[in-house]
């Protein structure tokens, strides 16, 4: 019996979620499987963090990707605390999504960047402008 517990997130893009993934240190993977404590789960894309047990991604139907895992035989977890660090996990991939699909769009939208801060109450500050 498999114990993966799913996050609804709002990641869209696929390149850029694999891009920003890797920004905050995790080894990616494409098309491939996580392990959990059960077995194997199928994703669309793999994030190994801690003792071998990873999270995945999984497109759902409405186009967003899912946060997957299985840490149920992680040591010291139970459910409640795998879904809190499943949440945590992805509050900080949120973050650093946001930022690359504003730094994307800016530079699409022929912005320059002129700085780039971390607020004290964790907040991104990106100041860009644009020549006319």
């Known amino acids: 019996m498999s ?17 920003c993934l890797e920004n905050l240190g995790y080894e990616v993977e494409t098309d491939t499987v996580i392990r959990g404590h059960h077995g194997e789960h199928e994703v669309d894309i793999a ?17 967003t990707y899912d946060m997957v895992a299985d840490w149920w035989g992680v040591a010291g977890t139970d459910e409640r605390k795998i879904t809190q660090e499943l949440a945590g ?9 946001a930022r690359k699909m504003v730094l994307q769009q800016a530079a699409q939208d022929g912005f320059e960047v002129i700085s780039q801060t971390e607020e004290q109450d964790g907040t991104l500050r990106i100041v860009v402008r644009r020549w006319e």
Do not use: C, M, W
């Not at 994030?47 to 999270?55: D, E, S, V």
């Not at 996990?89 to 999504?97: D, M």
């Open 47 to 63: 994030a190994k963090i801690r003792k071998g047990y990873g999270i995945g991604f999984v497109k759902s139907p409405d186009g």
């Open 89 to 97: 996990q992805a509050a900080s991939i949120q973050k650093e999504y």
């Open 3 to 19: 114990h993966y517990s799913r996050v609804k997130t709002q990641f869209r893009h696929r390149e850029a979620l694999v891009t």
